[in-house]
């Protein structure tokens, strides 16, 4: 294991990670290091939820590990366009399979579907309309995905990567305890797995987005995937430096990721 200075990369999940267990518990620095897998079920990456599922968690995993692999199984575009994009997002890369990984060597698994592996550090996440869901212990998720949404799809992600990052820096359970078979709608904001109404389009007529860090990132993610239609302005004051490559990068409009 690689012994010397931090990354700039990382440098902010590190001060994260620092303030959440300590600087003196365990091998902090270097949780970065850990292999962890993304996956999916191929019933559910065929759908539109899935497709945004997986590649919002390829985007935000890639800022939290140096030895990430993708497994994309049943869906060959999909694939294509991680491995052809993800030499963009971190300079670290990644590998993009297509199937027959071992997961017993992975710290962490992250798939996009309904079933969980208890034997494995396994997170399951999915969505339907509005309502996120997230299980990393027993229990599986519903299956529906059916209600295309990309709010919902996106908070499915950072709850599964949550759960990821809980793992990689052995988070203790009076701090934050891994979820099971949590749903959570945001179209109500309360713990519902009711998928609510179709989002409608939406007509931009001039939209100023000020701030493009990690949440301005974020914003400009979604509306990429929203069905609006409009103008949009973004401004932010200060220079892109080396530790910023963790928390803000372009998002690639995949072919497909329909928007």
Excluded at 5 to 30: C, M, N, W, Y
Excluded at 87 to 99: F, Q, R, Y
Excluded at 172 to 191: I, V
């Amino acid at each position: 294991m690689n012994n010397g200075p931090v990354d700039p990369e990382f440098s902010r999940q590190l001060a994260t990670a620092q303030s959440l267990v300590g600087k003196a518990d365990g091998d902090i620095e270097h949780f970065f290091e850990a292999p962890v897998l993304l996956t999916g079920e191929p019933d559910v990456l065929c759908t539109e939820n899935g497709r945004w599922l997986l590649w919002n968690s390829a985007f935000l995993l890639v800022r939290m590990t140096k030895r990430l692999t993708i497994e994309v199984r049943g869906n060959e575009e999909l694939a294509g366009d991680i491995r052809a994009a993800i030499a963009d997002l971190t300079k670290h890369g990644a590998e993009v399979s297509a199937g027959g990984v071992d997961r017993r060597q992975f710290e962490a698994i992250l798939s996009v579907g309904s079933n969980v592996e208890p034997s494995l550090p396994w997170t399951s996440v999915n969505s339907n309309g509005w309502v996120a869901r997230v299980s990393s212990l027993r229990t599986n998720l519903p299956v529906d995905c059916s209600q295309a949404n990309p709010i919902g799809a996106l908070a499915a992600a950072a709850l599964g990567v949550t759960e990821v990052f809980k793992r990689l820096i052995k988070l203790k359970p009076e701090r934050g305890e891994l979820h099971d078979n949590f749903a959570f709608s945001f179209y109500s904001y309360s713990e519902h797995d009711d998928p609510g109404p179709p989002i409608p389009s939406l007509k931009v007529e001039n939209l100023l987005i000020v701030g493009a860090g990690a949440i301005g990132n974020g914003v400009c993610q979604l509306l990429r995937q929203l069905p609006a239609d409009g103008t949009v302005s973004i401004v932010d004051p200060q220079d892109f430096k080396e530790e910023n490559l963790g928390t803000s990068r372009q998002v690639p409009r995949f072919s497909s990721l329909k928007s």
